[in-house]
């Protein structure tokens, strides 16, 4: 049966194309997923096949099984929950205090050289302080709430924030200056619509690689102390006393699903605000 | 504020332009290892309000520098500029500049980009600035392009934007340092006459530095030639070539000529 109508073959083939074009896409997808499915039940399946085969003592090596039963028996007691929230308010306050406390000092430091030049020493010093070894004074000072935890993930985050966001407000060109000079814009003005921009690379530079530090701070600050708070840092203390490996094994998984959230929400804003950056 | 987009030649004298006065101009850089380099030596020159003036001159002729003390964003070492009857001491309002790169915010869009001079004075009201840009935009021809990011543009087209930015706040005085030496010769002729309906148009004085002699004859009333160590001004040469310029007026006698007496008096 030939087609005569000419409307009809167009329809037709404009169909085709259109099912065509959204065949492979949607079977790209669809490949991705298996292969990323297949990855992860290829790595659980080996971690079994090693802890069989080895005959490794699962007070040492929990194998995949167990481990998942220890993340099931916490989630649905409600603990793992509650350890999250608590390990993510003290990574999420600190990062942003630390941030925010890093931007605002490198901002007057830029724009009075003398106080630089006062503190650059203090800061070079205090830079090179192992942070981590201040902790027992944080827990000190601050006691074993989640100040402590705070302070120490805020320590952690200002130096690099710090000193990225001066190289950053320190990098605009002389032709920027020069132009924000030549229509007489006020030392505000260029600050807030030049240096904070030709900043920005930089500061989300430092968020991007210290973010994961941030969350390492507060599980290192649990595990140096806590009282009555249980975030994922305690629980890993509580196990290990327990001797439960297959505990903190469930609590590592956890540990690290949040820090690949967590730099996929930084990533993601760097993107958005960045927009501008971003070669085409 | 009641602009026109208008392709005619408008009045050859301007009433608001203001003339530039340079006076005994010398200027005296140290360089890292502390020698001395006189930039500019003693010059003098007058530009009448709504004139177009071209400087040109090989590299290191200190023609960069006239600018740059012109604009007010460096101190002569000796002797002032007067705009009008002011003398410059530090960058004015009267003044609308472009220089050789392009120099525009990648981070805002290129409205905003051209906007920014008016934003900055705080001046004008937004529908205004809104309205003032899209006039200009048309001006540059780049009609359409405003949400877009300097980084989407051809470098042209990123020459046009920051020349429309010179021109936000309608200055009396154009500053343009070597504004389209980075553009290819076909962009950069096209340029030529787009520049030209721009200044017929509203007719501000202009300085034109450029290191290109048939840019200078092809665009100016009157070229100045700078010879450099020390920097100064060796030859004042009246363009008598009738307006408006037309593209195929670079084909002619008269126009070589310009070009020849102008490129003898350029020491080499």
Same mark, same amino acid.
């Given at each position: 049966?030939? #087609?005569?109508?000419?409307?009809?073959?167009?329809?037709?083939?404009?169909?085709?194309?259109?099912?065509?074009?959204?065949?492979?896409?949607?079977?790209?997808?669809?490949?991705?997923?298996?292969? !990323?499915?297949?990855?992860?039940?290829?790595?659980?399946?080996?971690?079994?096949?090693?802890?069989?085969?080895?005959?490794?003592?699962?007070?040492?090596?929990?194998?995949?099984?167990?481990?998942?039963?220890?993340?099931?028996?916490?989630?649905?007691?409600?603990?793992?929950?509650?350890?999250?929230?608590?390990?993510?308010?003290?990574?999420?306050?600190?990062?942003?205090?630390?941030?925010?406390?890093?931007?605002?000092?490198?901002?007057?430091?830029?724009?009075?050289?003398?106080? !630089?030049?006062?503190?650059?020493?203090?800061?070079?010093?205090?830079?090179?302080?192992?942070?981590?070894?201040?902790?027992?004074?944080?827990?000190?000072?601050?006691?074993?709430?989640?100040?402590?935890?705070?302070?120490?993930?805020?320590?952690?985050?200002?130096?690099?924030?710090?000193?990225?966001? #001066?190289?950053?407000?320190?990098?605009?060109?002389?032709?920027?200056?020069?132009?924000?000079?030549?229509?007489?814009?006020?030392?505000?003005?260029?600050?807030?619509?030049?240096?904070?921009?030709?900043?920005?690379?930089?500061?989300?530079?430092?968020?991007?690689?210290?973010?994961?530090?941030?969350?390492?701070?507060?599980?290192?600050?649990?595990?140096?102390?806590?009282?009555?708070?249980?975030?994922?840092?305690?629980?890993? !203390?509580?196990?290990?006393?327990?001797?439960?490996?297959?505990?903190?094994?469930?609590?590592?998984?956890?540990?690290?699903?949040?820090?690949?959230?967590?730099?996929?929400?930084?990533?993601?804003?760097?993107?958005?605000?960045?927009?501008?950056?971003?070669?085409? | 504020?009641?602009?026109?987009?208008?392709?005619?030649?408008?009045?050859?004298?301007?009433?608001?332009?203001?003339?530039? /006065?340079?006076?005994?101009?010398?200027?005296?850089?140290?360089?890292?290892?502390?020698?001395?380099?006189?930039?500019?030596?003693?010059?003098?020159?007058?530009?009448?309000?709504?004139?177009?003036?071209?400087?040109?001159?090989?590299?290191?002729?200190?023609?960069?520098?006239?600018?740059?003390?012109?604009?007010?964003?460096?101190?002569?070492?000796?002797?002032?500029?007067?705009?009008?009857?002011?003398?410059?001491?530090?960058?004015?309002?009267?003044?609308?500049?472009?220089?050789?790169?392009?120099?525009?915010?990648?981070?805002?869009?290129?409205?905003?980009?051209?906007?920014?001079?008016?934003?900055?004075?705080?001046?004008?009201?937004?529908?205004?600035?809104?309205?003032?840009?899209?006039?200009?935009?048309?001006?540059?021809?780049?009609?359409?392009?405003?949400?877009?990011?300097?980084?989407?543009?051809?470098?042209?087209?990123?020459?046009?934007?920051?020349?429309?930015?010179?021109?936000?706040?309608?200055?009396?005085?154009?500053?343009?340092?070597?504004?389209?030496?980075?553009?290819?010769?076909?962009?950069?002729? @096209?340029?030529?006459?787009?520049?030209?309906?721009?200044?017929?148009?509203?007719?501000?004085?202009?300085?034109?530095?450029? /290191?290109?002699?048939?840019?200078?004859?092809?665009?100016?009333?009157?070229?100045?030639?700078?010879?450099?160590?020390?920097?100064?001004?060796?030859?004042?040469?009246?363009?008598?070539?009738? *307006?408006?310029?037309?593209?195929?007026?670079?084909?002619?006698?008269?126009?070589? *000529?310009?070009?020849?007496?102008?490129?003898?008096?350029?020491? @080499?």
């Amino acid at each position: 049966m030939a #087609m005569t109508d000419d409307k009809v073959r167009g329809a037709g083939m404009m169909a085709v194309t259109l099912a065509g074009l959204q065949r492979p896409r949607l079977a790209m997808i669809a490949q991705q997923i298996t292969i !990323k499915v297949l990855q992860l039940l290829g790595g659980i399946l080996a971690w079994e096949m090693l802890v069989q085969g080895l005959d490794v003592d699962p007070r040492i090596v929990p194998g995949p099984a167990e481990v998942m039963r220890s993340l099931w028996g916490l989630t649905v007691s409600g603990i793992l929950i509650g350890a999250i929230w608590v390990t993510i308010q003290q990574t999420v306050i600190g990062f942003v205090v630390g941030a925010l406390l890093g931007i605002v000092l490198a901002v007057v430091l830029s724009e009075v050289p003398v106080l !630089k030049m006062i503190l650059q020493p203090y800061i070079v010093a205090l830079q090179a302080v192992p942070k981590v070894a201040v902790a027992p004074l944080f827990l000190i000072w601050f006691g074993f709430g989640m100040e402590s935890k705070i302070a120490l993930v805020i320590s952690i985050l200002f130096f690099p924030v710090l000193v990225n966001a #001066m190289a950053g407000l320190d990098s605009t060109s002389e032709e920027q200056m020069e132009l924000m000079k030549a229509y007489r814009a006020t030392r505000w003005q260029t600050l807030l619509r030049v240096k904070v921009y030709v900043a920005l690379p930089f500061v989300f530079a430092a968020f991007e690689v210290s973010l994961v530090l941030a969350l390492t701070a507060a599980v290192v600050a649990e595990l140096l102390g806590s009282g009555t708070l249980v975030g994922l840092g305690t629980l890993i !203390k509580i196990f290990d006393a327990r001797m439960n490996s297959a505990g903190i094994f469930a609590v590592l998984i956890v540990l690290s699903v949040l820090g690949v959230a967590l730099h996929a929400i930084v990533v993601a804003a760097s993107r958005h605000f960045l927009s501008w950056s971003r070669p085409l | 504020m009641n602009m026109q987009i208008s392709q005619t030649a408008g009045n050859a004298t301007s009433t608001k332009a203001s003339p530039i /006065h340079v006076s005994s101009l010398t200027k005296v850089f140290k360089t890292r290892t502390g020698d001395e380099v006189t930039a500019l030596a003693d010059t003098s020159f007058k530009i009448a309000g709504g004139e177009f003036v071209s400087i040109v001159g090989p590299s290191g002729c200190g023609k960069s520098t006239v600018m740059r003390i012109i604009a007010g964003l460096i101190d002569a070492s000796k002797g002032a500029v007067l705009l009008g009857t002011d003398v410059v001491t530090a960058p004015s309002p009267e003044i609308g500049i472009a220089f050789q790169k392009a120099v525009l915010l990648p981070w805002l869009s290129v409205a905003r980009n051209i906007a920014l001079p008016a934003e900055l004075e705080g001046r004008m009201s937004k529908a205004d600035i809104n309205a003032r840009v899209e006039q200009l935009l048309e001006m540059v021809r780049l009609t359409g392009v405003g949400q877009r990011f300097p980084g989407e543009l051809s470098g042209g087209m990123q020459q046009r934007v920051s020349i429309a930015r010179a021109l936000m706040t309608e200055p009396s005085v154009l500053l343009m340092d070597e504004p389209f030496g980075a553009l290819d010769a076909l962009t950069r002729e @096209h340029m030529h006459d787009e520049l030209l309906a721009i200044w017929e148009y509203s007719h501000p004085t202009v300085v034109f530095i450029t /290191h290109d002699i048939g840019e200078a004859v092809y665009l100016s009333d009157r070229v100045l030639v700078m010879a450099s160590r020390p920097g100064r001004v060796v030859a004042d040469i009246r363009i008598d070539l009738p *307006r408006p310029r037309q593209p195929n007026l670079r084909g002619e006698p008269h126009f070589a *000529r310009l070009g020849a007496e102008i490129r003898a008096l350029i020491p @080499h």
